[in-house]
């Protein structure tokens, strides 16, 4: 069973401090997923990597997959409260299926 | 427009009842799945369709029985409704299934079973 483990779970922090979040698997993805859910929505897309040590970048937020395809991580820098919500990862399979992450919800304090 | 939508976004019922939840995507797309998410947020797929066919039909229980009269269409219904069930249900789309492919999602569905 191909599993993607998202780290933290939880993190709260002050506006302005930056942060990372894991998202970590044994399994190879062919792509990996970001997306972030705000409450009373669905998840929308923000980015995806395809290519192994693939960076990515959107305003402050910066996607980096892992050379071997089987990790990625999202770093803010200098969070806004705007960017509260709770973030989702979801890596491709060989069978073209999205197999999730438990997501990392996160809240900025002013 | 909305991309896909689903309805209704809140039911509240009691235990036994049936109840059914709709979901509509104008995007074109060939695969429509259904989503649970529970209390912790994670997101577990039950049913993927490709034009029209079941193609991932995870371990629900049968009193879940989604039905695609199109491929525009993926709706859900629920008999004998449990205080398990309550969750928040997502309807999602995708173009085919090929490695690019992203996940448009729907506002979601709260269901309450009291």
């Known amino acids: 069973t191909q599993l993607l483990e998202q780290s933290p779970q939880f993190l709260s922090i002050q506006e302005g401090e930056n942060l990372t979040v894991y998202c970590n698997s044994s399994?190879?993805?062919?792509?990996l997923q970001w997306y972030r859910q705000e409450p009373g929505e669905g998840p929308v897309l923000l980015v995806t990597v395809v290519t192994g040590g693939e960076v990515k970048k959107l305003k402050r937020l910066t996607f980096q997959f892992g050379d071997a395809r089987k990790d990625s991580s999202l770093h803010i820098t200098a969070a806004q409260p705007g960017d509260t919500g709770l973030y989702l990862c979801a890596g491709a399979n060989s069978n073209y299926q999205l197999i999730w992450g438990a997501g990392t919800k996160l809240i900025i304090k002013p | 427009d909305t991309a896909v939508s689903q309805t209704p976004k809140y039911l509240v019922t009691q235990m036994g009842n049936d109840k059914s939840i709709k979901c509509e995507q104008n995007l074109g797309h060939d695969t429509m799945y259904w989503y649970k998410q529970d209390s912790k947020k994670f997101l577990k797929i039950m049913f993927s369709y490709n034009n029209k066919e079941l193609i991932i039909n995870e371990t629900v229980p049968n009193r879940f029985s989604p039905k695609s009269p199109d491929k525009a269409h993926l709706n859900l219904h629920i008999n004998s409704l449990e205080l398990g069930d309550s969750a928040v249900y997502f309807c999602?789309?995708?173009?085919?299934?090929?490695?690019?492919?992203?996940?448009?999602f729907g506002q979601g569905t709260r269901l309450t079973v009291v």
């Open positions: 399994s190879v993805f062919s792509s």
């Open positions: 999602a789309s995708t173009q085919g299934q090929g490695w690019s492919t992203e996940a448009f």
